[in-house]
């Protein structure tokens, strides 16, 4: 079965420093994997996904994330954080290895806190 | 294009009450999801539809929770009687069908917080 396992419940940094998000992946087959990000009282935001292109991955402002096949493993990263970049972030892994390739499987989240 | 509506916000209601959600997706998106995501958690997927079939149900509590999309347009998704585990947010999202790469990115309504006391 697909799943993700992010390695940090909570995350803090200075504003203007780097952000890592870290998640690890487990999966069969050739995953495909997002990382979602979501603002208190609004709708998960699509940040990015990686389908078997290129194993980096850019995404909406400014985040990008490497898939590292050998460590399994789909980090989410941004050279500089913004004070207005935290949120909950969530790792996710397509299809639960039943059938349905239309499932998104979630990881627990990451709370990132962005200090002044 | 219109995002994903979802109706009501809010709702708060005690244990054994019945509460229904209601969902517009995106015009022309063909699946239809209903995610619960309980606090500190990640969401998990209830139900999903293809227009109006059900594409997988597997982790819908059917003894109490029921969901339909009649016209393969809006969805409700009911709970009868409430428990005060099912306080959650309840995520609609669509997507233009969900097998075929490059159509099967889901949109996020903004979700319904419900309290159950």
């Known amino acids: 079965a697909q799943s993700v396992t992010q390695l940090d419940s909570h995350v803090s940094v200075s504003e203007g420093t780097p952000v890592l998000l870290r998640c690890n992946y487990s999966?069969?087959?050739?995953?495909?994997l997002f990382w979602y990000v979501q603002h208190p009282n609004k709708g998960l935001q699509l940040l990015l996904k990686?389908?078997?292109?290129?194993?980096l991955v850019k995404g909406i402002n400014g985040f990008e994330a490497e898939f590292k096949k050998s460590e399994t493993s789909f980090h989410l990263t941004k050279p500089s954080a913004h004070m207005s970049d935290a949120a909950e972030y969530f790792c996710?892994?397509?299809?639960?290895?039943?059938?349905?390739?239309?499932?998104?499987?979630f990881g627990q989240g990451t709370t990132l806190q962005v200090k002044p | 294009e219109a995002g994903v509506a979802q109706s009501p916000r809010y709702k708060i209601i005690e244990k054994r009450q019945s509460v229904a959600f209601w969902c517009n997706p995106i015009?022309?998106?063909?699946?239809l999801y209903w995610y619960q995501q309980i606090l500190g958690q990640g969401p998990k997927l209830l139900i999903q539809?293809?227009?109006?079939?059900?594409?997988?149900d597997s982790q819908l509590p059917k003894d109490r929770f029921s969901a339909e999309r009649l016209k393969g347009v809006d969805s409700t998704l009911k709970i009868q009687p409430a428990k005060l585990e099912d306080s959650a947010v309840y995520l609609c999202?669509?997507?233009?069908?969900?097998?075929?790469?490059?159509?099967?990115?889901?949109?996020f309504g903004a979700g319904s917080r419900l309290t159950v006391l």
């Open positions: 999202a669509s997507s233009l069908a969900f097998d075929r790469a490059g159509a099967n990115v889901l949109t």
């Open positions: 990686y389908t078997s292109a290129a194993t």
């Open positions: 996710v892994v397509r299809g639960d290895g039943s059938g349905n390739t239309g499932k998104l499987i």
């Open positions: 539809f293809q227009n109006n079939g059900v594409v997988d």
């Open positions: 015009s022309g998106h063909a699946t």
């Open positions: 999966s069969s087959y050739s995953p495909s």
